[in-house]
């Protein structure tokens, strides 16, 4: 009987584009499972929630930079002298606005949401850059996920493009303190 239900909910989860796998030994477990909805551990999305839910009391820093073919406007959310967050809006000219999101905790991300072109459809000057919804949540040094999510489901981010993403987080925060002490002194 009991090899009947399992076979049956097989079927259901295959039914539904689901595929049904065993569960991962203690040791490959992620730290706390794992949300459908957002991707993110349990632990992630409840910190970033709880940093969404407070933003309208941190201290804003807000700074721009005018690019060739449009500009970047970036928002600094300061808690008690702590970044927590950075909002990155980059407007180009006839194209829909960009918005990444990296989330600190005592100065380390933890946490990315945004956008990265998806491959160009087309060619020359007409050609479209779709662009794919990223995530990826950290641990310290350790990635525990980076994807991008496709239209026929997440793909795993090249290691590459982890460290840009890495990279560009300690530069804005690096950034986004000068900002603070600069219009702190005025």
Do not use: C
């Amino acid at each position: 009987m009991r090899r009947g239900i399992v076979l049956l909910a097989g079927a259901v989860a295959s039914a539904q584009g689901q595929t049904t796998l065993p569960p991962a030994p203690a040791g490959d477990r992620p730290p706390a499972a794992m949300t459908a909805a957002t991707g993110m551990t349990t632990t992630g999305a409840a910190r970033v929630a709880a940093l969404e839910a407070a933003a309208a009391g941190y201290r804003q820093v807000t700074w721009r930079r005018e690019l060739v073919s449009g500009q970047t406007t970036y928002v600094g959310y300061f808690d008690r002298g702590q970044l927590r967050f950075i909002d990155e809006t980059i407007a180009r000219e006839g194209a829909s606005p960009v918005r990444n999101r990296y989330y600190f905790e005592n100065g380390v991300l933890f946490y990315f949401t945004g956008e990265l072109p998806a491959g160009a459809l087309g060619a020359g000057p007409a050609a479209v850059a779709p662009r794919v919804p990223v995530r990826a949540e950290f641990r310290g040094a350790e990635t525990l996920y980076a994807v991008r999510i496709e239209h026929y489901g997440e793909v795993k981010l090249h290691p590459a493009a982890v460290a840009d993403i890495r990279r560009r987080a300690a530069t804005l925060a690096r950034a986004a303190t000068a900002e603070r002490d600069a219009t702190g002194a005025r």
